[in-house]
């Protein structure tokens, strides 16, 4: 474990050095066109541009600017984004937490539905339920989330009208409670969350089913029946708790397919996450913003992965030996 | 309690075909026995004989198999029972130690916290007296606490296997079934299993239905043996009968092929494969492996009958006696020119048989009458007294086309090939000859067989090499075309007198190893007489000694070498060059 964690500190750093390299060696040198003002990125706003001239200190020698560069980063300084002209790191404090509360949101609903579905289904596989669930998922896993989210957005959004079109939240409403504010922040969540389920609780579905028929077939399981255990136990404390290991790290592998599936969700729904951020500065070619969007995605990726072999070694004791 | 704990009768498990369109396979096919409270049965049979499947059945553990027949468990019947009447009975009444206890155990539990559940869901247990009843299992199975605290993995195969007995005994059940404890596992962890099984029934009189084919353990763990071939029984009966005196063609090639501390034969299995439980052979399931079948048992499926004290499925009754020799005697009267008229007693009433398919050594120092007993059974010298019958039919020393008949079916190895072998002959006229004195076969046909023959003794089967003569061969060489000219006309039976002593010491070895071959390829039965104990005791099934015209001991080559009888062949024993002294100081394994 202790080398797992140091192998997502390297990685960590290997992150932010290529992030830190990149725009510095791309062909045609976009960050000193920033400052240029006969190019056409010149940044005309001059306290923008003073900050960026500040942040980048391209006038410094390559190993001052590194070590600015590295110290900012870990105090969450991330440049400054030339549309909006705030900070980085200000933008991204206030869009990560609602794109983290829908991929959060979506991925445990995802896996819960999928492993209880995944663990049902491979129990009876071969029944007319399993071939149903498992027709579902791989149509559900493979139909574009636009497409999904378009059709719950018409049917529960529009025809129905039970919940919210769009947003995180009613706009300026005043909540008298807690309860109320939850309320309304999970109306608001129910639609894109339930379009992301959709399109990542297939693969779940099938990766436990998969895991638990292969369980199924182990000879720890015939003895386990030979022993007389109740089905539930068998089921349970058995099958399931070893065909949730290789779900684990499916998980994280997931992570970023989950998360760039919230960024197109949240432009769809105009939820406040990072979508619509993510989108606006890759038209505008906001470099800043697109680096600082592109570090954030990395270290929770990474988190992802680390969290997994945790949890993982926590699962499995045979990794607990493993160099 | 009346009538037997466990009774199966006609159990069957059937298999889906792995493709369709194609049969099921049976890997039970029709199997009854039953298990008296207390009492002990071994299933033995080659891997894939069904012993697995069966266990697993009489457990109702039959993933993918469907199952017929019954089961009847003190009474209460099994088969068709649902899961849920399944539990209670499960671990509590029968318990099984399965086979591969190395992927027995939940990866992520450890192994206290597996033995202690059937304590908790069965017994009701509390966590507390479960630990020590856990706790008490590992000690009597000879392992410590800590291996309770242990994952899987972290433990030998040894181990596991034990634990799985401490597992299979934990709520105490009536029926204990283990699916080969013993394999994989050294002799002393071997010693130590099968100690402590016994000391189990002793101590709890737990029935046990033992699997395996460790036939020693077999000997020391069960009262009665059931031999299952190809998801049927062949023989049934007391243990020490069986093993000891086996009955089925199948149960002696079973004994012979097991390696056995005591015996230093080099290992021979049944010749042919184990049929593939979706397509059986028809009739007796064993006929093509057999050496003895006849037309009837590739028809006629054999019964499994009571015969003389046990259960065998044989349209013959079970292994026969290829030839039988009683009460030989041979006198030969010195001419006296040296000194008066002397009776030299060179056979004095001797009695033996060889069985279908078997290695038989005939041992004994220079003018012991080896050979005149071998020229009495082929027929080349005529007893004073005595008997000879090949195949239940006697054996006349005269021209009729009867036992012309019978004698091509036996045939002589000759100690000096040059002897035997006429110098103006080539090779291909000398394999040739016994066929051109039979005269039946077209020439061409004959061509064949001299092919055939040549190429079973490893010899080349070009015109060139067909050409030459005997001078022109080594000693090697000319004794296997000896070989091929006696295999050419497909006998049951092969005398063999000293047929590699004149070769040299590594000639020897291969020639022996071929003869060997062939002689289980074929099915033949094999007397091999030779004075050279090392040799025959890695190819000889039985070893018969002589000594001055009489057989002085005679019984499986194990037996006769971990434990002679009598003070000659001690001797024999102790001039027997290459002797590994761990035979000698081993105990016999069998009965
Ligand atoms: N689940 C299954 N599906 C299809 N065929 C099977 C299945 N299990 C066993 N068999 C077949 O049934 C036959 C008997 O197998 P089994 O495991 O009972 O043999 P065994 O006598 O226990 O062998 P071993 O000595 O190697 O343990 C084999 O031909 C095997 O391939
Ligand atoms: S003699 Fe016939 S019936 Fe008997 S074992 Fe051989 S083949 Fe089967
Ligand atoms: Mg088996």
Redesign the interface.
């Known amino acids: 474990m202790k080398r797992r964690a140091l192998g997502f500190l390297v990685s960590l750093w290997a992150v932010l050095t290529l992030n830190f390299l990149l725009p510095r060696l791309l062909p045609g040198d976009p960050l000193a066109a920033l400052l240029d003002p006969n190019s056409s990125a010149y940044v005309f706003n001059s306290t923008t541009r003073a900050s960026l001239a500040a942040y980048y200190g391209l006038d410094r020698p390559l190993a001052q600017q590194y070590a600015d560069y590295l110290a900012g980063a870990l105090q969450g300084d991330l440049g400054q984004s030339i549309r909006l002209n705030q900070p980085v790191g200000e933008l991204l404090r206030a869009h990560l937490p609602w794109t983290l509360l829908l991929t959060l949101t979506a991925l445990g609903a995802a896996s819960l539905l999928g492993v209880l579905g995944g663990a049902e289904a491979a129990w009876r596989r071969g029944s007319a339920a399993d071939k149903a669930l498992v027709a579902a998922s791989v149509i559900a896993s493979n139909a574009p989330v636009v497409f999904t989210g378009m059709i719950l957005l018409i049917v529960f959004g529009a025809k129905l009208d039970w919940l919210p079109l769009a947003g995180g939240r009613t706009a300026f409403a005043r909540y008298d409670t807690p309860w109320d504010a939850a309320r309304d922040y999970a109306a608001h969540l129910v639609l894109p969350a339930a379009t992301l389920t959709l399109a990542l609780v297939g693969s779940k579905f099938l990766l436990v089913r998969n895991s638990m028929i292969g369980v199924l077939g182990e000879d720890y399981m015939l003895v386990a029946r030979a022993k007389g255990l109740s089905t539930g136990r068998l089921k349970r404390h058995h099958a399931l708790r070893n065909a949730i290991v290789p779900f684990v790290h499916h998980l994280a592998a997931h992570a970023g397919f989950a998360l760039t599936g919230a960024l197109f969700i949240e432009t769809l729904f105009n939820y406040p996450g990072m979508g619509r951020l993510v989108f606006e500065s890759v038209v505008a070619r906001d470099y800043p913003l697109i680096q600082g969007v592109f570090v954030v995605v990395s270290v929770l990726v990474l988190s992802a992965n680390l969290l997994a072999d945790w949890l993982s070694y926590r699962l499995d004791p045979r990794l607990r030996e493993a160099p | 309690m009346s009538g037997p704990l466990l009774s199966v009768q006609d159990l069957r498990v059937t298999f889906a075909p792995g493709a369709p369109g194609q049969p099921p396979a049976r890997a039970v096919d029709g199997v009854s026995f039953a298990l008296a409270a207390g009492g002990s049965l071994a299933i033995v049979g080659e891997t894939g004989s069904g012993k697995t499947t069966l266990a ?1 059945a009489l ?1 109702g ?1 039959h ?1 993918a198999g469907s199952v017929s027949g019954s089961v009847q468990l003190g009474g209460q019947e099994l088969v068709e029972l649902d ?1 849920g009447r ?7 009444r029968i ?2 130690a ?1 086979q ?1 206890a190395g ?6 539990y450890r192994m206290g916290e597996q033995i202690v ?2 304590l908790r ?2 017994l009701g247990l509390s966590s507390a007296e479960a630990a020590a009843r856990a706790a008490a299992l590992v000690a009597q199975v000879g392992l410590a606490e800590r291996h309770l605290r242990a ?1 899987p ?2 433990l030998s195969g040894g181990e596991k296997q034990r634990l799985m007995l401490a ?1 299979a005994l934990s709520c105490e059940p009536e029926i204990l079934i283990v699916d080969e404890p013993t394999s994989g596992q050294d002799m002393l962890a071997r010693a130590q299993v099968i100690a402590l099984l016994r000391h189990i029934r002793a101590q709890r009189g737990t029935a046990l239905l033992l699997i395996s084919h460790d036939l020693a353990a077999v000997a020391q763990l069960a009262e009665q043996v059931a031999v299952l071939y190809a998801g049927k029984l062949a023989e049934v009966g007391a243990a020490r009968d069986v093993l000891s005196a086996p009955r089925h063609p199948y149960t002696w090639g079973l004994l012979n092929a097991y390696p056995n501390m005591s015996t230093a034969r080099d290992l021979s299995g049944i010749r042919g494969q184990m049929p593939d439980p979706a397509h059986p052979p028809t009739g007796c399931r064993f006929h093509p492996r057999c050496t003895q079948a006849v037309d009837k048992c590739r028809r006629v499926e054999p019964p499994l009958q009571a015969h003389g004290g046990r259960l065998l499925a044989c349209h013959l009754g079970g292994l026969q006696a290829l030839l039988r020799a009683d009460g030989l005697r041979k006198t030969f009267t010195t001419n006296g020119h040296l000194g008066p008229a002397q009776n030299i007693e060179a056979v004095r009433d001797v009695s033996l048989e060889v069985y279908e398919g078997e290695v038989v050594g005939l041992v004994g120092e220079t003018g012991s009458g080896k050979s005149t007993l071998g020229r009495l059974l082929v027929g080349l010298l005529s007893p004073e007294a005595g008997s000879i019958a090949f195949e239940g039919n006697p054996l006349a020393l005269n021209n009729s086309s009867a036992s012309k008949r019978l004698r091509r079916r036996i045939q002589l190895i000759p100690q000096d090939p040059f002897d035997s072998v006429s110098p103006y002959l080539s090779v291909g006229q000398i394999v040739r000859e016994p066929l051109d004195v039979q005269g039946t076969d077209t020439p061409v046909k004959r061509a064949e067989q001299v092919q055939d023959a040549l190429a079973a003794v490893g010899l080349p089967t070009l015109d060139a090499f067909l050409a030459r003569h005997p001078h022109e061969l080594s000693g090697g060489q000319l004794q296997r075309v000896v070989i091929a000219r006696a295999l050419v006309l497909e006998p049951k039976l092969i005398v063999a007198d000293e047929p590699v002593s004149m070769l040299d010491a590594s000639e020897q070895a291969k020639l022996i190893t071929l003869l060997k071959a062939i002689q289980n390829e074929r099915g033949i039965g094999l007397l091999l007489i030779s004075h050279d104990l090392a040799l025959v005791r890695k190819v000889a099934d039985r070893i018969l000694v002589m000594r001055d015209g009489q057989i002085i001991e005679g019984g499986p080559s194990s037996r006769v070498i971990a434990q002679p009888q009598h003070d000659y062949t001690r001797a024999l024993l102790r001039a027997a060059p290459s002797f590994d002294w761990y035979s000698a100081s081993s105990n016999g394994d069998r009965p």
């Open positions: 697993r457990l553990l993933p899961e399944w539990r209670p009975l499960r671990w509590k318990a099984l399965v591969n992927t027995a155990f939940d990866p992520v559940e059937p869901e069965h994952y993995h972290q597992m």
